[in-house]
């Protein structure tokens, strides 16, 4: 009989996952453990169940723009799967937008949120997307809506109702201004009840929603103003919105993402004229740690399946994991997702304790530094381990049928969308001049550092934040901007070796053995904590792009 290669088999993604686990029972108050250790364990199990059945049914189905009915009314009808339909059914039952808002468990509720999305998401069809929105535009409204925005929408974007919960969009994007939101067109008229907006948005994700955040300039204004819309009317027609047409993606394709124009679409002005754009950084604050926790999702699904086939797959005479080479290539792997995984979970702490008003000074500023690096940081790792991670299954990995180069298409838009990698890069620089956000994570590191005992790393973590803080005083913001993001990744990857020298600490005083420690030795092994090339700007660099002098 001719041989058949046993597929990868994926176990339970919470009750498996001992990176999770382990960071869960340091971060989390033992009652609040107690409390959601069972609903993580069935989710764990579900994600590998019927809702990743869902998630490939709606990949199969992806989704289609009707523009005219039978009788040639134009109607711009989105039709999504029913799968899609019920992954938000899904999500809002278990109350993955609304946990952030109900905070059962206070600041640490954006922990248990984090951990259920990071599980979700890989077996989502990339829901998280509408989901990050939503949460996103609950922040901005709790933050800076009207008592009648409450009303309105806030209590249906935190619903747990399947057929009372909005998604929101987050219209942001034209063709003029895409990272430059500077360049939108979009205008905003004074009209009966509020505003009128007209312009078009070029790219609109999960364009289904119910509603949308979006950014428009009120005739006479310089600066930019936050609106909210509601995208049909009560008759169910779409309010005075055209869709063109659907973006044809690399991935995420399930989701429907489409290019539309607003005609006199009525409006509602959110916060203060002119305010637009730091108004809705509350929101894609929010978003920029939902993508950095879908990062960290995608490379433990790859991982996780990855591992299991290396004891499945037999080649030279004994299976994949006992080859050190091939063990050696997913430990590297697995402890670069533990670095960012400790980062991702840092940075939902803050968030946390910054919406129950309970965040000290530093660690404000820490949020505000480590929210765009963390993005940046974990989109880049994301699409580089699930590139190797195709790669270790050999040919198997490339096959559309087994749903593993999926992984890597939709990662592929994680360092693009919620501002590319040196956007953000320069965002994480002006944080640090505008707001002075570095003083305060280095603070909070070197916390974290005088809470490590001698034997440990301490002195390499040290110089590890002394070099950042050299880079930024001793260079020009010309030579800073040119090094922003060699600076920032390694501003990731000095947070995330302190964040496992603390956890490491932690489980080795409660366990018999660290992952943790494992993983910072693997990746200090791999010189991966090196701090990235910085060097000065040289015309020698436009030459070979341009093949002359600038
Ligand atoms: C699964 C996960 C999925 C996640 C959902 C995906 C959905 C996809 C939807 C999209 O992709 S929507 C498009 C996303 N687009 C971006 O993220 C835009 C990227 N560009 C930037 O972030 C630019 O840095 C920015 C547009 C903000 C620059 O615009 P400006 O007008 O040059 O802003 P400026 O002058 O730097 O800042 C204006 C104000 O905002 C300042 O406050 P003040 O007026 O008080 O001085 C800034 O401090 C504030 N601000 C800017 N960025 C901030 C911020 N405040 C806090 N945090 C930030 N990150």
Request: proline share 3%.
């Amino acid at each position: 009989m001719s041989f058949f290669q046993e597929p990868p088999q994926l176990a339970n993604q919470y009750t498996t996952d001992r990176a999770l686990r382990l960071l869960l029972e340091r971060c989390l108050p033992q009652d609040v453990l107690g409390a959601v250790q069972g609903d993580l364990e069935n989710f764990g199990l579900r994600v590998t169940d019927d809702i990743l059945d869902l998630c490939l049914a709606a990949q199969a189905q992806e989704p289609r723009l009707q523009q005219f009915d039978a009788w040639g009314n134009r109607i711009d009808e989105i039709h999504v799967s029913d799968a899609w339909k019920a992954l938000g059914a899904i999500a809002a039952q278990e109350g993955l937008v609304a946990l952030a808002y109900e905070r059962p468990h206070g600041a640490a509720s954006r922990i248990c949120q984090a951990a259920k999305l990071y599980l979700f998401n890989p077996s989502s069809a990339i829901y998280t997307c509408p989901l990050a929105m939503s949460d996103g535009a609950a922040r901005l409204i709790e933050v800076h809506g009207d008592a009648t925005l409450k009303e309105k929408a806030y209590k249906h974007l935190i619903s747990r109702d399947p057929k009372d919960v909005w998604t929101s969009g987050q219209w942001m994007t034209e063709r003029a201004g895409g990272s430059d939101v500077s360049g939108t067109e979009t205008m905003a008229r004074p009209a009966e009840g509020g505003f009128e907006l007209t312009g078009t948005k070029w790219f609109t994700s999960a364009t289904t929603s119910q509603m949308a955040m979006t950014l428009a300039r009120v005739e006479g204004d310089q600066a930019l103003s936050l609106f909210y819309i509601e995208t049909r009317l009560p008759s169910g027609h779409l309010n005075n919105i055209e869709i063109h047409r659907l973006k044809d993606k690399l991935g995420t394709r399930a989701m429907p993402t489409a290019e539309l124009s607003l005609r006199n679409t009525p409006a509602q002005l959110v916060g203060t004229q002119g305010r637009g754009v730091a108004q809705m950084a509350t929101l894609f604050n929010v978003t920029r740690i939902y993508n950095a926790i879908t990062s960290v999702g995608y490379m433990r699904r790859g991982l996780a399946l990855a591992a299991d086939f290396a004891q499945r797959r037999q080649a030279f005479g004994r299976p994949l994991s006992q080859h050190p080479l091939h063990v050696r290539t997913l430990a590297g792997l697995q402890a670069r997702l533990v670095a960012s995984l400790h980062v991702v979970f840092y940075v939902t702490q803050l968030q946390g304790k910054l919406e129950c008003d309970e965040a000290s000074q530093d660690e404000r500023a820490a949020l505000r530094l480590l929210t765009p690096v963390a993005k940046l940081f974990t989109a880049k790792e994301s699409v580089s381990v699930l590139s190797e991670v195709l790669e270790c299954f050999g040919g198997a990995g490339y096959m559309e049928d087994n749903h593993l180069p999926v992984l890597l298409r939709d990662a592929q838009v994680l360092p693009i969308w919620e501002g590319t990698t040196n956007v953000l890069s320069l965002d994480a620089l002006r944080s640090i001049q505008k707001d002075d956000a570095f003083t305060g994570w280095r603070s909070e590191m070197e916390r974290k550092i005088s809470g490590l005992h001698k034997g440990t790393d301490a002195e390499t973590l040290r110089e590890g934040v002394q070099w950042l803080h050299r880079q930024l005083a001793d260079n020009d913001p010309e030579q800073l901007a040119v090094n922003a993001r060699a600076w920032a990744i390694t501003l990731a990857k000095i947070t995330a070796a302190i964040l496992l020298a603390e956890q490491g600490q932690w489980e080795q005083y409660t366990k018999s053995e660290s992952m943790a420690l494992g993983c910072l030795k693997v990746l200090t092994q791999k010189q991966w904590l090196q701090p990235e090339a910085v060097f000065e700007w040289d015309d020698t660099e436009h030459q070979i792009v341009y093949g002359q002098s600038k």
